[in-house]
Nanobody, 124 residues
Framework: QVQLVESGGGLVQAGGSLRLSCAAA????????MGWFRQAPGKEREFVAA????????SYPDSVKGRFTISRDNAKNTVYLQMNSLKPEDTAVYYC?????????????????WGQGTQVTVSS
């Protein structure tokens, strides 16, 4: 079992930046592929970024590619999501997730553990 806690959300103006963190407890994160997803009101949960166990492989959808960067520090048991050039359509609750497979997976059904989420609001 692994517990995930997100932090770093908040209110930012369009064009601004935020860095989200996902800290893990209970197990070492180096055993898991990690991902970030988001969910806006009335919408389905959406894939945002994924990283494999070592950090050597990442994946992004076109909607955030070039603006968001996922990274991990296994020594600190933490995964990060750096978000730049934020847009109002990036407003959502952002969730961190861990999957027992070691790859960078895009499907939310591949993930075994989820955090509680952190709100990101981008004003225009």
């Amino acid at each position: 079992q692994v517990q995930l806690v997100e932090s770093g959300g908040g209110l930012v103006q369009a064009g601004g930046s935020l860095r989200l963190s996902c800290a893990a407890a209970g197990r070492t994160l180096s055993s898991y592929g990690m991902g970030w997803f988001r969910q806006a009101p009335g919408k389905e949960r959406e894939f945002v970024a994924a990283i494999n166990w070592s950090g050597g492989s990442t994946s992004y959808p076109d909607s955030v590619k070039g603006r968001f960067t996922i990274s991990r520090d296994n020594a600190k048991n933490t995964v990060y999501l750096q978000m730049n050039s934020l847009k109002p359509e990036d407003t959502a609750v952002y969730y961190c997730a861990a999957q027992i497979g070691l790859g960078a997976r895009r499907s939310y059904s591949a993930y075994d553990y989820w955090g509680q989420g952190t709100q990101v609001t981008v004003s225009s």
